[in-house]
């Protein structure tokens, strides 16, 4: 094997894109001027997420002038993990570089990461700096987030950390074996482990067009996060359920001996009513905390494909198989 500071590895680039026909040129072009000189063979696989837009039609036009390019297309919107997901399994490469095509990931940020993997760091993850232009309310939001999702896992997933990342093929193979159809890649990341190396960066303004995750889809991915690494909830409703359990205790010594003391027969009905009410809300939150779980439990047991390939175009790195 060679060694990794002598060595001109092969690549694959996977850019998601979903509704991005405005930006992928562009992105797609500075990405091919960006890998160029830096790899001597290289792929870049766009996985179009079941847009409704030109985005195919662009990716087509780009390919046919441009051997690497390589078009997935999926048979409907998978979501943006399970188009990752798709781009990791399609990729031939000693590394793999994961890009939004909406030009947010900075190119020139491709040179440090590979000179991080000569060093020897087996991922190169970029960190995104808090820009001053993110509002408060946002920055507050993503804080958050974190803390939803790193509550009670005993990995933490770091803060900033995103999809904009070069990994080593063994990375590549351990992410790809974890067959969980709730996919929460940046759990993943942080699960797989590996040497890791964080770069910081200035994300770009979007070029065109505005992001696909509002507040509903952090919620919505923040709750994956949560459910999918870390049991913390449903020790919660344990930790509830005693407390709970010894309060009733109490008070239940205290009515035993208010009758005998004071000999009040039927007092307190503003206390069952409030207990009542109490103890049903508690009862039903835990059912909603196990139904979560359940739900999916019953995602994971249906096995269904995390994603699926209605065409593909373009070789890519399997074409041609030559030295590394
Ligand atoms: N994306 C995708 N499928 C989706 C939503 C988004 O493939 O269902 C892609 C999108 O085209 C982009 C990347 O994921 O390349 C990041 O999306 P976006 O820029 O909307 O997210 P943000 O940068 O705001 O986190
Ligand atoms: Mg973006």
């Known amino acids: 094997m060679l060694q990794r500071t002598e060595s001109t590895p092969s690549i694959s680039c996977v850019v998601p894109a979903y509704n991005e026909a405005a930006s992928l040129a562009d992105t797609l072009g500075t990405m091919l001027a960006t890998l160029r000189p830096l790899f001597r063979r290289i792929e870049l696989i766009v996985v179009d997420d079941g847009s409704k837009d030109d985005t195919a039609a662009i990716v087509e036009r780009l390919g046919a002038t441009n051997p690497e390019i390589v078009l997935l297309r999926l048979s409907r919107n998978f979501g943006k993990e399970a188009a990752l997901t798709a781009g990791m399994e399609a990729a031939a490469g000693d590394l793999l570089l994961f890009v939004d095509a909406d030009g947010q990931h900075p190119p020139d940020m491709v040179a440090p990461m590979l000179q991080g993997w000569r060093d020897g760091a087996d991922v190169v993850y970029g960190v995104r700096r808090v820009r001053e ?123 035993i001996f208010e009758y005998f003391y004071y000999g009040i027969a039927a007092p307190g009905f503003a206390t069952i009513v409030v207990a009542m009410m109490f103890l049903s809300g508690i009862q039903l939150l835990s059912v909603g905390v196990l139904a979560e779980y359940v739900g999916r439990i019953y995602d994971e047991v249906k096995r269904r494909p995390v994603y699926l390939v209605s065409e593909r175009q373009g070789q890519g790195l399997a074409a041609a198989p030559g030295p590394v």
């Open 133 to 255: 232009d993110q509002s408060r309310l946002h920055r507050r939001m993503i804080k958050t987030f974190y803390r939803l999702i790193n509550w009670g896992s005993p990995i933490e997933i770091p803060a900033g950390a995103g999809d904009f990342r070069l990994m080593d093929r063994k990375v590549v193979e351990a992410l790809k074996a974890l067959p969980e159809r709730n996919r929460f890649m940046k759990g993943f990341y942080a699960w797989v482990g590996f040497k890791s190396l964080p770069l910081d960066y200035e994300p770009l303004p979007r070029s065109q067009g505005r992001t696909h995750f509002g507040i509903k889809g952090a919620f919505r991915l923040a709750m994956t996060g949560m459910l999918a690494f870390s049991t913390a909830p449903l020790r919660a409703l344990s930790v509830v359920g005693f407390l709970l359990a010894l309060a009733s205790l109490a008070y239940g010594a205290w009515v």
